[in-house]
């Protein structure tokens, strides 16, 4: 804990870093050293998120804005302790305008001055660090829930895709059965093959008919045999009946009855040959007719078998087209649930990086917390003084203590025991994270 | 039936992580960014496992444990400590608490995925 001084000896030592320059050197050597403080502290500030930063640019710019910031309080508080080297006010003047004289300032006088300053500018950096915090929390907060949002939306296509590529393959394991493309498509050349066969049944019946009407050519030749046997008979019963004629005019009288029966029996004759003649005439006719329908009907045959011919090749060509475009809806339907799928897999190890917000967040508030426990300290400095107690050198280790307190992580700890390199990455893939223990 | 998942992070990012991944691996997921309005979100719900922050605002992790041990519906929900400290004397502490786990963030998604599985209740 602080030590306390001589009574009579007071000193400045929040800013003392020399012990030389304190025990024998003026209050002004030890302001100016003392005036480099607040660049260490912005290196060292820097240095902290630096390691943290892991190429982020983000966080490069806070650790930067730490440097610069104490590089600029560093040369305004050399600047203003080098210009009374160049021409100081008289001692009225400057008892008139409140600065402290060499004994004051070597008595620790100017330590108000220093409690004004810090009181001025800590506040400010605070804020700045706060600022960055509070950006960074809520731009990386908005990241994780687009992200987050990119992560939904790609869940919907790639169950959607899914959906679409189980359905396409005629269902599965949480597809709809009979509802696929691919059935669809069966079920199509399916009914289209049925068509088909309907066309060449009718097409086959239409020549089974062709044939049995082709058939009757045979008894339309029979006809005209039995026409021809019909007329032979009839000429041969027409000269029977005239031989008898003949005879039966030879035997005169006796023969005048037989020659009436010979002339009747060559009228039949005659009138069968007649009716011979007539059928073989019809027969004729019929047997025209057949050949024409039969050489209709043949045409017919022909022209439906082309037509069926042509009707397999066109419904063959527009289920392999069908075919084609299912097996391609299919497979862009996989290659989109794969893209997908390894698209949401790279956002979500994105996002698990993220994680590397929440860690320098409360680096970031650690720092803050030290910062006002410094203020504090100057206070508690400054009323010491006021008592007339004497200014002790400031103890960092209740100092260090406190922060130390105040960590959380392994990094942090390191850097302040100056054991080990903090962690050069705060995501998810660096040491000391991911540590999981049952209990 | 989707198991349900209270996260509970005083950080916007970690919750959304989380939520994420929890989503995406079959979980429903509520969310709380502090021990007290965990506590608030607890009436009413059927939480299977709950993972939660030790460092936060208003009532912190190990708090919050105690309080939802003493009620009897979460007397046996199994918690998981997710945070950055990794001090073993944290870790009893929240082992005393009622924790089944203690992860040190960042955490790893199998990791985080294959505990939550030991864990949650059927």
Redesign the interface.
Known sequence: MRSRQRSNVTRPCLYRSNPNVFEGGRGREMTRVSAYYPFAIGLLAGTVVFALADGRGGVIGVGLAFVVIGAAATWHATRQLSRPERGQPPDERRAEAGWPDDDQRHAGADLPGWQHFWHQVMPVWTGHLRSSRGQS?AA??S???R??GI??NL?RSVAASAAAESASSGGGPGGHAGKGLVDVFARSERDLGQVVASLTSSVNSKAAMLQKIQGLNRFIRELHTMVADVARISDQTRLLSLNATIEASRAGELGRGFSVVAGEVRKLANLSGEIGGRIDGNVAVINQAIVEACRAAEQSVREENQTVATSEATIAGVLASFREATDALVESAAVLRNSSGGI?AEI??A?????????V??IVSHLEQSFDRFLSSIDEQETERQRGRGIAPMDPAPFLAELRKSY???EERSLLNGSAEPSKS?????G???????? | MAKTILTVDDSLSVRQVLGTLLKSAGYDVLEACDGQDALSKLKGQKIHLIISDVNMPKLDGIGFVKAVKQLPTYKFTPIIMLTTESEEQKKREGQAAGAKAWVVKPFKPDQMLGAIEKLVLP
């Open positions: 929390e990386i907060g990241l994780t829930q992200f987050s992560v939904a869940d949401k979500s190890e996002m698990v990086q993220l994680q590397f917000q929440d860690r967040s409360q959380t992580m392994s705060t995501g998810a893939s660096s000391g994270g991911g540590d999981i223990t049952f209990f």
